[in-house]
């Protein structure tokens, strides 16, 4: 069976400091990979997603990059956090674009 | 207009009442829809997904699309305090999947 991994589980940051979020998924190859973050009480919103190695579209212009090294591997960075980057982000995968997506644990990031 | 809108609630009902939670969308071309639960400071699970207009029927949980109305809802039955969590509703357009912000649901024992 499936299974993502997302690391750590919790992170806080100073201003200015850099970034690298973690997801790896196990159990199937070439999934579509995904990054959310949900700010408190709002929704999911979409910041990356890849269909193959170092394929990255990236939804919204920000301070965050994504990376995919490998096939199962999704990195999440940024050089310097801005406070409005806290929040929790979420990685997920799919088969499919069109397909279910099946989210990793979360990481909750605070950005003091 | 939001792409995919739900009523933020919170809905209260009952244990073993029916809970009705609802979800409309703008996208005509959109083809499929999914139902998300998410515990507090959990992340999403997947209840059940929907592409055909209908109902669909997973054990205590069933879905219905009305494409015609771009209205998709769920249903739970015989409703649990262990089913008090944030509903997501998420509709596949073009290639891309779009979440509205959730409902919180509280069942009361």
């Known amino acids: 069976s499936q299974t993502i991994h997302q690391w750590p589980a919790t992170l806080v940051q100073p201003v200015g400091s850099p970034l690298s979020l973690e997801c790896t998924v196990e159990?199937?190859?070439?999934?579509?990979l995904y990054w959310y973050r949900q700010a408190a009480g709002r929704g999911l919103q979409l910041l990356f997603y890849?269909?193959?190695?170092?394929?990255i579209s990236s939804e919204v212009p920000q301070n965050l990059s994504a990376s995919r090294p490998q096939d199962r591997q999704f990195i999440l960075s940024s050089k310097k956090l801005l406070l409005s980057d806290s929040g929790f982000y979420l990685c997920?995968?799919?088969?499919?674009?069109?397909?279910?997506?099946?989210f990793g644990p979360g990481t909750r990031l605070l950005v003091l | 207009q939001k792409e995919v809108e739900q009523n933020s609630g919170p809905l209260s009902v009952p244990e073993g009442a029916i809970a009705s939670l609802n979800c409309t969308y703008s996208d005509r071309g959109s083809q499929s829809f999914f139902w998300y639960r998410q515990y507090s400071g959990k992340s999403p699970e997947l209840i059940m997904f929907?592409?055909?207009?209908g109902d669909k029927e997973d054990g205590r949980f069933t879905a219905q699309l009305n494409k015609a109305s771009q209205y998709v809802s769920l249903l739970i039955r015989d409703s649990q305090p262990s089913d008090s969590a944030t509903y997501l509703c998420a509709v596949n357009r073009h290639n891309d999947m779009r979440f509205g912000a959730g409902t919180r649901l509280t069942v009361k024992p």
């Open positions: 159990g199937t190859s070439n999934p579509n």
């Open positions: 929907i592409y055909s207009n």
């Open positions: 890849s269909v193959g190695i170092g394929q």
């Open positions: 997920a995968w799919s088969v499919s674009i069109q397909e279910t997506q099946y």
